[in-house]
Structures are given as C-alpha cells and as structure tokens.
C-alpha cells in the first residue's frame, strides 16, 4: 500500500491511500474509524491497517460510494505534502561505503577505519520537512547546495535495544529521503569538531509516498532491497546507484538507533547517500552546486518519484 498526506479542495490537510490515478481519504471512506492523519495511524497500526487493508482490498469498485461521501480524488485535484509532515525525529545514518570513501577522498582525508565498527548517525530538523513539488529555500549564508539521493524507513512499532532479527517487525515503510546540504557551512562547522547543524537544519524532503515493506518484498536480496536509485538535476542525469549497496542494513541501523535508547512510531532513519548520490562526491567539475530555479528529481524503483525546486 501507498500512504500520502493531502491537501484537498477545501485546503485541509488529510492522510490518504493512493490507488493507480486516485486518492482515497482514509478517514471519510472509513465514516470516521480511520485517522484524517498519517502519524495516528502509524501510532496505532495494529487498529488501523487492517481496515486500510479492507479499503485497498475493494480498491475502486465502489468508487460510486467513495463519491458519495467526497472520499475520493484524481491525483490533479490534490496537493501531495510530506507523507509523514511531523515526524518524532530524524535519525541519519551514513551507511553507504563508496559515498563515504568519495567524499573523504574530495575532501583529501582517508577513509577512517572506525567506520567500519559501528553505523553513525546524526539527529537532522525534524521540523524542517518538505514534501514533493514543495520549493526548497536556498540557505541566504550558502553559495554551495547539495542535494543527497538516499531512501528513509518509517518506524511503526516503539521499541527499545531492538536486535537486528528483530528488526523488520519496527518497520512501517520506505520513502524517498533527499538531506539538502549547504557544503560550505557544513564544511565550517564540522572543522571545529561538532556537527552537520546549520549545513543540514533548513530542509528535509521526503515523499512522494510511504510504501509498506509488504509492498516491496519481492525486491528483497538478503539484508537489504534491490532497488535502484537515480538522481537528476534539470534532467540530467547525474547520479545512479543501488539500495542493495548499503553497508550497513536498515536492520543494523534500527539495532544502533535503539540501543539504550526508545524509538517509537513515526520517527524517520535514514540511509545516508547512495555512492554517486550528490554533487560533494561527483565534484563541481561534473555539476555546479544548486542554485535558484534548479529542480532535482530522485527516484527509486517501487517508490516513486520526489522533485522540488531550488527557490
């Protein structure tokens, strides 16, 4: 199943299942049983999704009844926000072995072998979240915006020091993750030995959709997916690579995430940059960094496309 935060006709926010062309309102279709937004759900899934399943299940054939209670829309008539617009947090991981390796290099650092001991993560703005087609404000103290290709997992179930067997039980779904980076204040910031913060506080996209790791397990291989994943600047094609590559799992991150330490529903991990997922490790002689008017588009097999533009 597809899940996507909405703004409707009437400009009200509401959690939706999207099926082909159309957008389902979950709480209108369901006469009240179900939420009008996606953290609810996910809080309660073990309430909530057997009756999402019952809806998606008859999918459009009672579109007639769907009309009748303006539970439905084509995908035109609506504004995709944020899947999940208020998550608990955000954890991102830097799990992808290439991208670090490439970076350090264009940076004229080695790789350091403590990363290879344990998977790191930093806490980005959970508050700082964007959606497909949203317009992301360049930084005003920056002259060097990055985008970063990566895939987040939405956590649904709360737990704490979470085994990697045990992990897949905590995952509710996978998006698209894109951590805007302006390189220069990040580069400034972390010399004095603390940080990303300003280099990463201003914007996190994810969307356009949460897909439920059903949904995706015929794409499994071993510990991780095999999904492909691209990026595009303007059309361009400039970065390409694979889920697969990971590291460290996702299962590795959720066990790292809550070691000593409760994560609960609605809090976002992230993969960290696919090997060739940003313009830092392609290098400026490939792309100039981003500027005003520039749109980026990633995409990942099974889930979908996410494009903003640079304001």
């Known amino acids: 199943m597809k899940f996507v935060t909405f703004i409707n006709k009437k400009q009200e926010q509401r ?144 737990g704490r020091n979470i085994t990697v067997d045990e992990a897949e039980d905590y995952i509710f779904g996978y998006c698209i993750l894109n951590d805007w980076s302006a390189r220069d204040l990040q580069r400034q910031e972390m010399k004095v030995g603390l940080g990303p913060a300003k280099g990463k506080d201003f914007a996190t996209s994810i969307g356009p959709y949460i897909v439920t790791k059903e949904e995706l397990v015929s794409y499994k291989k071993g510990e991780h997916l095999n999904l492909e994943m691209t990026a595009k600047v303007n059309g361009k094609l400039l970065s390409s690579g694979n889920l697969s590559d990971l590291y460290y799992s996702f299962a590795r991150m959720i066990e790292r995430a809550s070691q000593d330490v409760t994560i609960y529903p609605g809090d976002i991990i992230g993969s960290g940059t696919v090997g060739t997922g940003c313009i830092l490790e392609l290098g400026t002689d490939v792309h100039r960094w981003l500027e005003s008017g520039d749109t980026v588009e990633l995409e990942v097999t099974g889930l979908g496309v996410l494009r903003n533009k640079i304001k």
């Open 15 to 158: 959690a939706g299942l999207l099926m082909d062309d159309y957008v389902i309102d979950l709480e209108r279709s369901s006469d009240g049983v179900l939420p009008s937004d996606m953290k609810r759900l996910i809080q309660q899934q073990d309430k909530y999704l057997p009756v999402v399943e019952h809806l998606n299940q008859k999918g459009m054939t009672h579109m007639s009844s769907l009309l009748l209670k303006n539970a439905v829309y084509e995908t035109g008539e609506i504004t995709l926000c944020a899947p999940l617009p208020e998550p608990s947090s955000i954890r991102d991981f830097y799990a992808f072995e290439q991208h670090v390796k490439t970076a350090r290099r264009n940076r004229g650092l080695d790789m350091i072998p403590d990363w290879y001991e344990i998977p790191v993560f930093y806490f980005t703005n959970h508050q700082a979240v964007k959606g497909p087609d949203s317009e992301i404000e360049k930084p005003s103290m920056t002259d060097c915006l990055d985008y970063e290709l990566e895939v987040a997992c939405v956590i649904g179930k709360k």
